[in-house]
């Protein structure tokens, strides 16, 4: 039978400080982002199901929600050695990542085969990219300073808002609490690759704080084997030279408990990159991303949780040709956040909140307008009635572009034993127009932006089934294996595309995406095993030249396998990604060879605090495109030296 607030739910929000499960509970310490279990904690306890707040914006158990969510948890990027979000997104399911070349270079994330700028980005709960081209530069964060990732698949525009088309991908940063407790990581390989982490943590009974940073720097490799006049294939110039990559980033949070029923959390993220690529106007980028917000949670009454969040994130982009200054974008997003939880009796939990936002775009660019406000009401209610569960949500949004826009969702979930479920849901979404699609000024060469854009809308049908095998392996614990099959279908309307050859902005296209994920992870004769299968088939549904083709740049196939395996102090994974073939231009004509990469780990334990790790990628130096005409890393060594107290 399921329950609104499972007991494991329960006693996990006490055991990791950073959850709460208002209003049925006493507000513990931070805010969602989860923190490691305290060492002390019943070893029954810490095996219990992961608790999840992206998806309904409260906390629930992982194994209870009925949207299909990925969690990388930081045990998780530890033991991969993950050194980008790439090599933590690649190959999860619903995701396909094209990239321009080496690191910090323009990157597309498509979660589930929807376009890079119709997934909504979070770091801690506040809104992070760029207005003027919607995408987020999510490739700039540093790992180092992330504690977990969310990643829900499939519509939450009734939630969220704009964006929300294909998904939502949060990203926690580090929380403080318990003893003061440093860490570092040093890091060098190939491609002169060199980097350094640390940070220190710490709090009391109800404060806590953490403060970190990174530096790394890479000499890179050849981004673009383009061609120039007459061709202008790819980057349109020929510039055979190394390009490289430089970051520095810095992380602080801190959080106190002002009393039982009152908590208060800041947090603040810099990125600073300087990115070499090649271009014939531009081959230079100097990129900050930020974000600073401040959340408070109350709890007046037992059944009533209240909410307070505002945040402003930056997104700042100076380019260059040859070291001389050549354009600049600005973007500063603002955001307010009332939410309000109400628990209705022992069954239901009610949901009613406001989202103001403020959208502001500066630089060298000639906007016809910089800045946009919109005002979201959204409201969603959950409840269990025995082994059936519900969850439904509205939202209406008013924007001063393009008006009014209403969004819904609907979940139903049926449990016909407590190992096997299944799941129905069905979505709306959109998506708002961006400066750029709007408002960007007409060239010798573009036509520019169209004011009179209305926004893409979507609907997306969902059925998945769930369980968990319990395995007699002989193994201590025994093993366990946890799997899920989602089939889905969205259909997207008024997609903007630019039309040729003037490149305008129009409403013109129809896209049909219909797909298959399977998911299976656990623990089986003592190796931790994940695996994930994404089936695609996205495809052109505009009635014109087009029609039928695939949608650019998103694989047909791709399987990510991830292997781990413990003995005494040495420790070796491996990870196989393999993607199908796609293509690179809407004709179709450009085809994008499939290709499959290796990467091998290791670690060895060298005290209880020192360890020194190995990481291999793309063993085999696969030579694969994302992006037609853009290389990509071959095989690389890198080697970390970690200390952990």
Not at 69 to 80: A, L, M, N, P
Not at 144 to 164: C, I, K, M, N, T
Request: hydrophobic share 35%; proline share 5%.
């Amino acid at each position: 039978m399921s329950l609104p607030f499972h007991p494991s739910a329960l006693a996990a929000a006490l055991l990791l400080p950073g959850l709460s499960l208002l209003p049925t509970m006493v507000r513990a310490q931070g805010p969602e982002g989860p923190a490691r279990a305290p060492a002390a904690a019943d070893a029954a306890l810490l095996d219990l199901p992961e608790v999840i707040v992206t998806a309904t914006r409260t906390a629930e158990t992982l194994d209870q929600t009925l949207a299909p969510v990925t969690v990388i948890t930081r045990t998780d990027i530890e033991r991969q050695q993950a050194r980008t979000t790439l090599d933590l997104l690649r190959g999860q399911p619903g995701i396909s990542i094209a990239s321009t070349g080496g690191r910090g270079t323009n990157t597309s994330l498509f979660l589930r085969g929807t376009n890079a700028n119709q997934t909504l980005f979070l770091v801690d709960g506040i809104k992070v990219g760029s207005a003027t081209t919607g995408t987020t530069p999510f490739q700039n964060l540093p790992v180092s300073q992330l504690d977990r990732v969310e990643v829900v698949r499939g519509p939450r525009s009734s939630l969220y808002g704009s964006e929300a088309m294909g998904g939502v991908v949060q990203f926690f940063s580090r929380r403080g609490g318990g003893p003061l407790t440093p860490y570092l990581d040093v890091t060098a390989g190939g491609y002169d690759s060199a980097g350094i982490s640390g940070g220190i943590s710490g709090g009391g009974e109800r404060g806590r704080f953490h403060i970190g940073g990174n530096l790394d720097d890479t000499k890179g490799f050849d981004a673009c084997r383009g061609r120039g006049a007459p061709f202008f294939d790819g980057c349109g110039t020929d510039e055979p030279d190394r390009d490289g990559y430089r970051n520095a980033g810095v992380s602080l949070s801190a959080g106190y408990d002002l009393a039982q029923w009152a908590s208060a959390d800041l947090i603040f993220l810099r990125s600073e990159s300087e990115v070499e690529f090649d271009g014939a106007f531009q081959n230079e980028s100097e990129q900050v991303l930020q974000v600073l917000g401040a959340t408070l949670r109350l709890q007046p009454l037992t059944p009533w949780g209240v909410l307070l969040r505002a945040g402003r994130s930056w997104d700042e982009q100076d380019n260059l040709k040859d070291g001389a200054f050549s354009s600049r974008f600005e973007t500063r997003r603002d955001s307010l956040t009332l939410q309000n939880d109400i628990a209705t009796g022992d069954l239901g939990l009610l949901t009613i909140g406001v989202d103001y936002q403020r959208d502001r775009v500066g630089g060298t660019t000639d906007y016809a307008a910089r800045s946009r406000d919109n005002t979201g009401v959204f409201g969603e209610y959950q409840a269990w009635f025995g082994p059936a569960s519900l969850k439904a949500s509205l939202r209406r949004d008013e924007d001063e572009q393009f008006g009014g826009h209403t969004t819904g969702g609907l979940g139903l979930g049926w449990e016909f034993a407590p190992a096997l479920r299944v799941i129905a849901t069905y979505g709306t979404a959109f998506k708002a127009p961006t400066f750029n699609d709007l408002y960007f000024p007409s060239t010798p060469f573009f036509a520019g932006g169209n004011p009179d854009l209305q926004p893409e809308q979507s609907r997306s049908l969902e059925l998945g089934l769930s369980g968990r095998l319990e395995i007699a392996d002989g193994t201590a614990g025994d093993g366990r294996l946890d799997w899920s099959l989602n089939l889905f279908q969205t259909e997207i309307d008024d997609l903007i595309q630019l039309v040729p050859p003037t490149f305008a902005a129009e409403n013109l296209d129809r896209a049909r995406i219909r797909g298959a994920e399977a998911v299976l992870g656990g623990r089986l004769l003592g190796t931790d095993l994940g695996v994930s299968l994404t089936l695609l088939d996205p495809r052109d549904r505009s009635g014109g030249a087009n029609d039928g083709n695939l949608l650019p740049r998103r694989p047909e196939q791709s399987l990510r396998l991830d292997l781990d395996r413990q003995f005494g102090r040495f420790e070796a994974g491996t990870t196989l990604f393999t993607a199908g073939r796609s293509f690179n231009d809407p004709a179709n004509r450009v085809r994008l060879d499939g290709y499959t990469l290796l990467d091998l780990r290791a670690a060895y334990r060298l005290s209880e605090t020192v360890r020194i790790q190995a990481r291999v990628e793309n063993l085999f130096d696969e030579d694969y495109e994302t992006v037609a005409w853009y290389n990509q890393p071959g095989r690389t060594l890198f080697v970390t030296l970690s200390y952990r107290p």
